[in-house]
């Protein structure tokens, strides 16, 4: 009995000192204070709230697709490769996928039919896949 209770102990002592100190977080605007924290906060809060991207969560890649595209459609600045690559990472190491992740998207393969699709909307796909609908403006306009 009492190796289980010194076996218990131990276990509980040694996952408090190995468990991380927690991040301090900046009181005006909730992110976490590590890292390349400053750039971020600099870049981002110009625009739009921290609530903005800290309720989101994504990959490298998610954050990366995000930059293009609020440059693209945004209002976004072009922004030197090293601080883009700076504000990518905190995200990512930050607010990268974890338990609440949101799930992939299914695969359209693995989607039921449209059951709103109207007869008109049904022959139209139909003509577009028969190439009877041009896809492209005619040209010269």
Request: proline share 9%; glycine share 8%; with cysteine.
């Amino acid at each position: 009995m009492r190796f289980l209770f010194v076996f218990t102990l131990m276990l509980v002592l040694r996952s408090l000192c190995s468990a991380e100190a927690p991040v301090p977080l900046d009181p005006v605007t909730g992110m976490k204070m590590t890292g390349d924290w400053e750039i971020v906060r600099n870049h981002c809060i110009i625009c739009h709230s921290p609530k903005t991207f800290l309720q989101q969560r994504g990959t490298e890649s998610n954050w990366a697709d995000t930059l293009v595209w609020m440059q693209k459609h945004g209002g976004l600045w072009k922004l030197e490769p090293a601080i883009e690559k700076s504000i990518i990472t905190y995200l990512a190491a930050n607010y990268g996928p974890g338990d609440k992740f949101r799930r992939a998207p299914i695969s359209l393969s693995l989607m039921p039919a449209n059951p709103y699709g109207t007869e008109a909307r049904q022959e139209a796909e139909a003509k577009k896949k028969a190439g009877l609908i041009p896809t492209a403006p005619p040209a010269g306009k």
